[in-house]
């Protein structure tokens, strides 16, 4: 079975730091494009960024400069670290594996004081 699972999310304060992860089973993630996006109440799903295969990264202007996409495909794992943030990052985070359309069940992430 085809699984992705996010972890990683919770509460932190407007400037602060959060690293979350997504480990596929079922499937290797080496060789594939991964891909994070986010919904935020009353809002529609959007693309957060995508890392592909030779780990070549592309973010959304909203968090460009302050959120690294990583993998480690020994580890079956793709990361988001995500800096400064800021309220209007509050959002469930949710990974993709691009290539099945497979999604995450999502990880809540508040930004907030």
């Known amino acids: 079975q085809v699984q992705l699972v996010e972890s990683g999310g919770g509460l932190v304060q407007p400037g602060g730091s959060l690293r979350l992860s997504c480990a596929a089973s079922?499937?290797?993630?080496?060789?594939?494009?991964m891909a994070w996006y986010r919904q935020a109440p009353g809002r529609q799903r959007e693309f957060v960024g995508t890392?592909?295969?030779?780990?070549?990264?592309g973010y959304a202007d909203s968090v460009k400069g302050r959120f690294t996409l990583s993998r480690d495909n020994a580890k079956n794992t793709v990361y988001l670290q995500m800096d400064s943030l800021k309220p209007e990052d509050t959002a469930v985070y949710y990974c993709?594996?691009?290539?099945?359309?497979?999604w995450g069940q999502g990880t809540q992430v508040t930004v907030s004081s």
């Open positions: 993709r594996f691009f290539l099945f359309d497979v």
């Open positions: 890392i592909t295969s030779s780990a070549n990264t």
């Open positions: 079922g499937i290797r993630i080496s060789g594939n494009t």
